[in-house]
Antibody, heavy 118, light 110 residues
Framework: EVQLVESGGGLVQPGRSLRLSCTTSGFNFGDYAMNWIRQAPGKGLEWVAV??????????EYAASVKGRFTISRDDSKNIAYLQMNSLRIEDTAVYYC?????????WGQGTLVTVSS | QSVLTQPPSVSAAPGQKVTISCSGS????????LSWYQKLPGTAPKLLIY???KRPSGIPDRFSGSKSGTSATLGITGLQTGDEADYYCGTWDTSLSAGVFGGGTKLTVL
């Protein structure tokens, strides 16, 4: 059974950092691109970042709203994807979902809530 | 302002059919696979349609997808009250090198 479990969310002050983890099981993690997608309260889905599989270079892309502040990474030996979030802003408050992608985001985690507030 | 454009809301009676549109451009919808997701409050998005018109196992054939040029459509027939949810289209944008979603469409089953 494919499973993705996010962790690391919580309450953080503006300007501080937080690292999210996405622990996976039930599939060959190294074959898939891993993505983070978020949903702010009352808003729609917003794609945040992708890290491609090593087969496709292991490169990363970011949404303009987080570029330079967030870093996505992966540890294929542990089947975990990470999202390092620095210089957090109030507008980063959202539920963050981890998803795997081949041609689509087919499996999603349950999400972890990040609240940026003073 | 979302890269993909969806109507904010649609509604129809139980048993009826509804369609939800998703409009984009040549850098996203026209040249990349399009997917549709169902989002219920407090739950993770659920994949309904992938690669423009394919249904994952377990998704009933009441749900269908189509794509033509820079637009796509999600169709739902035999509406049920349980279909009330927010629906999102999503794809990759080659020019932006980024994933993109529509703003979401709230379906009300009257």
């Amino acid at each position: 059974e494919v499973q993705l479990v996010e962790s690391g969310g919580g309450l953080v002050q503006p300007g501080r950092s937080l690292r999210l983890s996405c622990t996976t099981s039930g599939f060959n993690f190294g074959d898939y691109a891993m993505n983070w997608i978020r949903q702010a309260p009352g808003k729609g889905l917003e794609w945040v970042a992708v890290i491609r599989s090593k087969t496709f270079g292991g490169t990363a892309e970011y949404a303009a709203s987080v570029k330079g502040r967030f870093t996505i990474s992966r540890d294929d030996s542990k089947n975990i994807a990470y999202l390092q979030m620095n210089s957090l802003r109030i507008e980063d408050t959202a539920v963050y979902y981890c998803t795997r992608k081949w041609t689509t985001y087919d499996y999603w985690g349950q999400g972890t809530l990040v609240t940026v507030s003073s | 302002q979302s890269v993909l454009t969806q109507p904010p809301s649609v509604s129809a009676a139980p048993g009826q059919k509804v369609t939800i549109s998703c409009s984009g451009s040549s850098s996203n919808i026209e040249n990349n696979f399009l997917s549709w997701y169902q989002k219920l409050p407090g739950t993770a998005p659920k994949l309904l349609i992938y690669e423009n018109n394919k249904r994952p196992s377990g998704i009933p054939d009441r749900f269908s997808g189509s794509k033509s040029g820079t637009s796509a459509t999600l169709g739902i027939t035999g509406l049920q009250t349980g279909d009330e949810a927010d629906y999102y289209c999503g794809t990759w944008d080659t020019s932006l090198s980024a994933g993109v979603f529509g703003g979401g469409t709230k379906l009300t089953v009257l």
